[in-house]
């Protein structure tokens, strides 16, 4: 069996699954979010009853994170929503916007859009505060009301996202029906050159399978080259096996997983026993390649879907705007290698940058670079910084949100996704990058391989 399969015969009590079969899978964690969260309460609510009991109020996450710092009164709405859902279940892990469990929150505009508007519980986007806040576990199962849940599978779990439908009934049995996905073998060999990053290996795969060639297949990453990527490096790429349509990324567990898992959970207190999969010598794969990390050059994906790929220093394209954020580009080994490009140098164009989770925003604000923070090296190159941390603009959201394309014009970006409208105006185009392509960009105006900067 595949990682993948092994994680779901697991999950379903049998020996053995294979691709195709229709399985009821035991769900770990279900995590949802402000967007979806309303909507699976609903569901909940309508098909168990009004006085129904979540499965298991330790294995919901709640994680508000997308339409938070925006005036719209019905966005703020749902983040109430949830806190009232809470409290009536008295769920154990709320990771709420304020502090105060009987309070109710408003977006203040008049305090700016860059000033940090949250209380002390808050944890940013859901897949970054999955694994700082001690919620992945090697060997399990974890399902989120989110395409991007996927991001997990770096931490050896089976994970992907459904929808508000199943994620009611899950909230109400902790089971789900699944089809086993085949699995696309993607072994990784060799070590990133200076300048070319995790976000250049994904979107070389999805440019290699196109944005539907893994519909509803695993994608396992593993080999030597695995082994040397930093686990910020392969969430940087399960997060985006969506992007190729696939069921779920996943990689073998090693000594970098386990140091992160183990440290999370006992610094959060959450559930720290695990048991990993390991690879068997029968796998069977529907697609097999290899990837060469040494050969691999920046790469960025074109207007208008993820598949769409050109390596940098190929094109010639002016830009209007840079951003860094979101789950896949916000994390803080992202800024630092985008600080790194922007140093002692001034952007060009408008550049935003909102960090994925606030303990990014505290680790940037506490790295020093030569008596500056990062913080302070990224706001002087001319970045415009939020404190605000969470989705933003990686999807448009309303109007007043930072960042946000309001008219139409070229981004180039270092969130996962970028199909047209998909960070605010319809006619705006979003070309998706590592942190350092995009760094390299905001310096120069147009698209740009990091490499010139980098020594
Ligand atoms: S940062 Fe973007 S991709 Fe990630 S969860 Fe938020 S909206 Fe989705």
């Not at 290699?208 to 392969?234: C, K």
């Not at 959201?397 to 960042?403: C, E, H, N």
Request: net charge negative; charged share 25%; with cysteine.
């Amino acid at each position: 069996m595949t990682l993948t399969e092994k994680l779901l015969a697991r999950g379903t009590g049998k020996d053995k699954v294979s691709a195709g079969d229709n399985v009821w899978v035991n769900v770990d964690v279900l995590m949802t979010h402000d967007v979806c969260g309303p909507g699976t309460i609903g569901v909940f609510k309508r098909e168990f009853g009004e006085d129904a009991k979540v499965w298991d109020r330790d294995r919901i996450v709640i994680i508000p994170d997308h339409y938070i710092f925006t005036k719209d009164s019905k966005s703020n709405r749902n983040v109430d929503i949830l806190r009232e859902f809470v409290k009536e279940q008295d769920i154990t892990y709320f990771y709420d916007v304020i502090d105060d469990p009987e309070g109710s929150w408003k977006f203040d505009p008049s305090q700016g859009l860059m000033n940090r508007q949250y209380g002390s519980h808050y944890a940013g986007v859901c897949h970054a505060a999955l694994p700082q806040k001690g919620h992945t576990r090697p060997g399990e199962v974890l399902l989120g009301t989110d395409s991007h849940t996927c991001m997990a599978g770096a931490f050896n779990q089976f994970a992907t996202g459904i929808g508000n439908t199943d994620a009611g009934f899950v909230m109400g049995t902790g089971k789900i029906l699944l089809k086993v996905p085949e699995t696309m073998h993607f072994r990784l060999e060799g070590k990133l050159q200076p300048g070319v990053m995790a976000k250049d290996v994904i979107l070389h795969c999805i440019g290699e399978v196109g944005f539907d060639g893994a519909t509803y297949r695993a994608m396992q990453f593993d080999g030597e080259g695995a082994s040397n990527l930093s686990m910020d490096d392969r969430m940087t790429i399960t997060n985006m096996a969506i992007e190729a349509g696939g069921k779920n990324g996943i990689f073998e567990f090693d000594a970098k997983t386990e140091e992160i898992v183990n440290q999370r959970t006992k610094l959060n207190n959450t559930r720290s026993s695990y048991e990993p999969v390991e690879r068997d010598a029968d796998e069977d794969f529907v697609y097999d390649t290899v990837v060469d990390l040494d050969k691999l050059e920046p790469t960025v994906a074109c207007h208008p879907d993820p598949g769409n790929r050109k390596l940098a220093k190929e094109m010639d394209m002016q830009l209007d705007r840079a951003y860094i954020g979101s789950c896949t580009g916000g994390k803080t080994s992202d800024f630092l290698d985008f600080a790194h490009v922007v140093r002692g140098k001034s952007v060009k164009i408008d550049t935003f940058g909102v960090p994925a989770t606030p303990e990014i925003v505290r680790d940037l604000q506490s790295t020093y670079w030569g008596g500056k923070t990062v913080w302070d090296v990224l706001k002087d190159a001319g970045v415009q910084m939020t404190e605000n941390a969470g989705c933003s603009a990686c999807l448009g959201g309303p109007v007043d949100t930072f960042g946000r394309m309001n008219a139409p014009m070229k981004c180039i970006s270092a969130t996962n996704r970028n199909f047209p409208g998909r960070m605010g105006h319809k006619e705006s185009q979003v070309f998706l990058a590592s942190p350092a392509t995009v760094a390299a960009s905001a310096l120069t105006g147009k698209v740009t391989d990091p490499r010139e900067f980098v020594s």
